[in-house]
Each structure stands twice: as C-alpha cells, then as structure tokens.
C-alpha cells in the first residue's frame, strides 16, 4: 500500500512539474488518457482540460 501511495504522489509532482515547464515556457499540455489497453490519447474536450487543471489546484 505505501508504494501504491509513493507513485501517486510522484505522479503527482510530474504533473505538478510538466504544468510549471509549460507555464514557463508559454506551451500548452493536451489533455491525456489511457485507453482500455493503457495506452495515452489525447483528449480534444475543453471542459475535461479545465477539471483536470481545477483538481490539481
């Protein structure tokens, strides 16, 4: 259970990371999600890009 813990809180912090790197640098993160087989798409849905960035706040 507290390595499930540690990578979520890693992850956390990447993201928390990537958002910092694209603020700076004036790019944008598309929004992502895993498929059914784990694999990372884009997500071309505005109101999902906004809930992601409120949830992280």
Not at 2 to 17: A, F, S, Y
Not at 29 to 57: S, Y
């Amino acid at each position: 259970m507290i390595e499930q813990e540690q990578r979520t809180e890693l992850g956390k912090q990447m993201v928390e990371n990537l958002m910092k790197i694209a603020q700076l640098s004036g790019q944008s993160i598309p929004h992502m999600e895993a498929d059914e087989n784990g694999v990372f798409r884009e997500v071309k849905n505005a109101d999902q890009e906004e809930q992601m960035h409120h949830d992280l706040k």
